[in-house]
Structure formats: structure tokens, C-alpha cells
């Protein structure tokens, strides 16, 4: 599936500066050819039309490069100029498709196992999609246990090329005292993703719309945290309304960094945005919803702390702690 | 392999087909509860086929973990017991090494007399006998001691379960340096050896800050220059004080080193992870096992042959040809002046050296020593006696006279030796370890490049800190 040029095999033979320089052109050729299939794919899918244009911006190249990248990828039959701009054709967005279930797979690798900060996952998997040998996106797949969704809520297609629906509704067109649980981020454009980011939004949250103001701002309640978005980001959040309104769903649920020095509780859950490695780890040691823990001791500047779990001491810095939540006893649950 | 298999490929492909569709139907916390259910009936079996004991009203280990543990006396017990660690290594080693010395030298004597005797040519026996024997003589006289005397008291420690705990009470400055707080565990192998050091920095899941971990595993000096730094620390450093308070300040020196080794391993930690690796400081979760009492044998077995005699081993594999090529390096005559190999050489390093605090002998021995720091100091003295081969005088009043007086060593040139061999390139096997760890030359580049341009700076700072001040 992967593009090469049809004398590329030839060069590639080649060695010394001249074969390192051209082989590095076709592959800085083929990545155009991949982002350009995306860009295609993306118009397609939010029903905007691609045009020479739009193709030349989202490449960041001249618009005379552009008609000549779109003039290659038409005589490989990847896409055709349709009356109202550019279209994939069947085999172009197959291969779109396979470039963007490695970007995904690779942004949720990153995330959950390399544990790189969110906003600069994107760019990594921006290079690593393309990437891709032998059947080593499926091998991916397979030991990130078939996700179906990357880190910021998006699906990622399968091995056959099916994509999903984005799921969920915007913020913006949820009415004021309903609650949902956060299903998508939109990861573009990259300064309203960064304030999602820095005010810890994550797939998984739970999420009750307070009020809106006059001047646009959304008062949120999100795990006992009260936020005010704007009106940017409350667009970029999709939700999903919650099947059952479990009550300690909303209100403040108490965390484990919160627990007093030899005070004991019983863990509920670990939150949905703790994933991959670090909340294996915790359900191995134990950590599994149910168990009583109590704090032990308290490490310099209360960092990290020593927490008894089923006979033994586990030391947890406070940002694990903080994703421990535990179960409201005055409920009786 | 078809006709074992109970299932035709055809049902094998349905079954795949089901596993997929199933997939899509299930609860995201499927794994979750599957772990929840693996410790539910673990806990079921257990309490049908254990017995508690009535729980104690004193239980030792949590009174223990209450100091160890404190944030207030546990970083100070630590430094606490890794002085007397050193300290005990100092006063210990001392006598031994003597004679033991005084033992294979006199064994060196007797077979070049008898060698003369038979009629070998001079350097037949200059090259055997004053070279690759004495070379491995003073490797072992000089290691052996400290590392009976140090390794044994590391091992009880780990086998306490205390390491661990040094993990937990350092975790904070390794989460500001935006390392993983397991690095203070491999940190510590790295005392005993570099290279064991950055194996063990397999235990960090997070290949961020695995990388950093390999990269300053480096800036805590190894049992390879411990002997170095504990010569200089009892030669130059302690000797200039009261003879009662000497071996305490020697240890005390030691001791700093190491703390400044691991203030270094913090800073590039930051340095690092502020610019090459960028990212935050991922999950830590740590197991603080309940405390066992040592098992003597196993101390002994693991101290001793694991670490000791496998250390002793790799330097005397890198010794004897060291040595050989010291004494190539002191008996071949070249240039106009007819000076040896080693003082031209020497004599072509002394204006870098003498920029840094050190001189172009120093340099010299590091440079023979790539292959194992541990011949630092025989190489170095050997240069400096100019008779063509190791000195076998080991007391140290007459090392401090050949050192001070007749080589114009100061202070200056005593901490400064000590601050480079702290952070100066890894040793062959260290280098060699991080690439098979990271499979990448250009981050083996930079761990054994990086912590010599440290050194560099470092002693460069220092010196002329020091010539400014008019000190040194």
C-alpha cells in the first residue's frame, strides 16, 4: 500500500550522495502524496470540497507544486477532477484510510504506552504514518488491544477500511443541566486543542452543563471541578449523554491523593483517563475497584505517598493518586 | 500441523470474524473487570485456605518505615548510611591492600630473577613480568580489598529491602528533574558498575525516561573509581589534616563526590528533558516489600562472586594488556631528546591538562584507562615514576611524596582528579552496554561524549575559579 514513483526501485539502487539525495525526494514525494490523500479524505467526510487551493494550504506548498502533485496522483488513479473540485476515487481513499488508521494507532501508542504530552502527539504521528512496512500498523493494532478510538475521541478505521462516525454532540448543542461523558476532542485547530489540553479535559470525563452566559461562556461541572470554556472550545467537545446518571458520577468524588495520613477508604474506580501502562500497572498491584487502601506515610513535600493495598505498601506520586477515585461512604454503597 | 488442529481453516476464519464483532459490543472497562475478577476469586481461594494471625499491636516493620520513610530524618539517614559505608571501606581496606601488595610484588621479583636466571632477554621479562603481571598485581591489590569491604555492605542493605525506600525518598527531585523515580534505583546499581547500571534502567517502562536514565547513569562513579577516588581521598585530601580526623574526612570527601554525582545526574536529567527529550514526568508506582532479614549466604555469594570477583575478572582482562602497553609506552625511546613514548605523549597533553587543574600524565592514564577506569591510578603512577614499569611502592606517605613533591600536585589537582573521574566518558563496557540498550549511535554518542565535555567544563570552571582566587 505504500506509494513509491514507478522508477523509484531504479534509484534506489543507487548509492553514494546522489542515491541518498533522490531516494530522500521520493519519500518526501510520497508523504505529500499520503497528507494530500488525507486532506482529500477530510473534505470528503466534513461534505467540503477540496480544491487546488485548499490542497496547496493544508501541504503548505505553491499552487503550481499542488496541480502538480494532483496531476501525478490522477495518473495513478488515486483521485479525478470532478465538476465541483477534487474527489477520491476508490482506491485513493483506501490508501487514505490506511494512512490514517496508522496516524491514529500511533497517536494512541504514543498517549497511552509512550506517554508523550498530548499536544505534541499529533506531530509525531503526523511522521510515523507514513512510515509503514509489512503488516506492522496491524501488529500495532494488536497489541494496543484494538482500540477504537485515538486519544482525542477520534475512530480509527479498521484493518478492512471501515471508519466510524465522530461520535457524540458538540457542547454547543447541549441544553443547560444535562450530563454526558466527553467521547471526542477535536485535535484541529491546534491553539483551541492546547487550552482542552491545559484545562485537563480527556476522553472519558464526566461532564453536566451548568449555564451559559451572556457573553458565551460555558459553566461546566467536570468531576467536581467547575470550568468556564469559551465558546471555541465548547465547540471542539463532543459528548455523549450518559446511559445512567450514577451518583457519584457528578458530584465531587473524593480522590485518593485526598486521603489523611492512616485514614482508610475503598477505591470506586480508576478514571477512564488513565490508560494504557500506568493503569495496568495500578489493577496489577491490586488497585482494583472494591479494595481498601489507607495512606501510610508521606514523602518530602507530600510527594509521593505510600498507600497500604491488600497487605503491601505501593507508592504512588500524587498524579496517579489524583486518577484513584473512591467510593462515597456516606452513600452506603 | 492441519490434521492436529480440530478446527478447519474455514471455522478458524468464522471464529475471527465472530472475535471481531464481539469486540465492538464490549464495555470499555472490560479489562478492568477481568482484573477485578482474577483478584476476587484470588482473594476467595486465599481466605478459604489461610489463616490470619491475630493482627499485632506492634508491628516493627511499620515503626521502621516511620523513620525510613520520614520526610524529615529519611534523606539525612541516607546519607547517614552510605558515609559509614565508605568510611567502614576506608579504614578497612587500607591494611589489606598493603599486603597483599607487598605479597604479589614479591612474587614479580622472584620470577624475574629467576627468568634472568634462565637467560631470557630483558624485555621478555620486562614485558611479561614488569608489565602484564604488575599491571594485574596492582589491579588487584588496589580493588580487591575496598570491593570485599563495599560490596557485601551494599548487599545487605538491598537484601533489607532499603534500596527501594532511597527510590521513595528521592522520587521528588527526580519527578522536578523530569525523571522517573525508578531512576534513583538504577542509579544506585550504577554504584556498584556503570554498565549493570544501565541494564537495569530496563525496569523504567517509559522509554523517555529510560534514555534518560541510560544517558546520566554515567555521573555516579562506578566501584571502578571508587579505588581512585578513595586513594586520592586518603592520600591527598585526608592527610591534610590530624591523623585521628583523616580517615573521617576522606570518607566525608568520598562522600560529597557522590552527592555532587548525584546533584550532576539531576541537573542533566533536567537538562535533558528540556530540550532533547521533552515530555512529563510519567506515572511512578513502586513496591516498598516488607523488610527480610539478610540471608547471610546469599550476601556472600551474591557480593562476592557475582560482584566481586566478576568485577575483579573484567579488570584484570583490561589490565594485563593495559599493562602491556604501559610498559611499551615507557621503554620505547623515540624523538631527538630519546624521551619514552608515554612523556612525549604526556608532555603533548600538559597544556590542556594544566587548563583543567590536571596535567598531561593525568590525562595519559585516562586515556590508557578508556577500557576500564579501574587502572587509572597504576597507569598514572607509573608515568610519573618513569622507570619503565608500575611502582610497587604502595604506602602512602611515599605516594604523597612522589605525588606533591617531586609532580607539584596541590589540592587543586586532588579535586579536580576526583571531579573528573566523577564525570568523566563511561568506560568501554558502559558505552558498549548503552548502545545494545538503546540500539542507536547517536544516543551512545551522546552518553559518551556528553559526560566528557561535562567533566571538561566542570574542572576548567574550577581551576580557574581556583586561579582566580589565588588557591591551587
New interface residues.
Partial sequence: MILTNQNSDAKSQQSGLWGWLSRWKARRQQHRMEDLLKHLHACERRRRTASVESAAGFLHVSTRRAMTLIAQAEARGLLRRAANGLALTDHGRELAMAVLRAHRLWERYLADEAGMPLPRVHATANRLEHERVGDQVDELDAVLGFPHTDPHGDPIPSAAGQLAAVPGIALTDWSTGEAGHIVHLEDEPAFVFRQIVDLKLMPGQRLQLQSVDEHGQYEVNIDGRTLLLSPQVAANVYLEPLQELHPTAIAAPRRLSELHQSEAAVIDRIDDSLRGLSRRRLLDLGMTPGTVVSAEHTAMFRDPTAYRVRGTLVALRREQADRILLRDESTGE | MTQLSPFTSHEVADLLDEAQRV??SLD??F??HL??SI??DA?AIAGRVTRRGKAAGFDLD?VI??IV???VL??PLMLLLLGLIFWTTIIGANYPSQMLATGLFWIEAQAAAMFEAMGAPWWLTGFIWHGVYRGLAWVISVMLPPMAIFFPCFTILEDLGYLPRVA??L??LF?KSGGH?KQALTMSMGFGCNAAGVIACRVI?????RLIAILTNNFVPCNGRYPTLILIAMVIVGAGFAPTAASAIAAASVLMVVVIGVIATLLASALLSHTLL?????????????YRRPNIGRIIYTSLIDRTIFVLLRAIATAAPAGAVIWLLGNIHAGASGGTLDQHVAGFLDPLGHLIGLDGVILLAYIIAIPANEIVVPTMLMVYMSTGMMTEDVSHDSLRQVLVEQHGWTMLTAINLMLFSLLHNPCATTIITMWKETRSLRWTALGAVGPLVVAFAVCFIVAQAAHLFGLG
Fill in positions: 469486540r465492538g470499555r472497562g479489562r478492568d482484573v477485578e483478584y476476587h482473594a511499620r518505615d516511620r520513610l520520614s520526610p529519611g534523606l521513595y525518598n522520587d521528588w519527578k523515580g517502562d517509559s522509554p523517555r525516561e521533552k515530555g512529563q514526568a510519567s506515572a511512578f508506582t513502586l513496591e516498598l516489600p516488607s
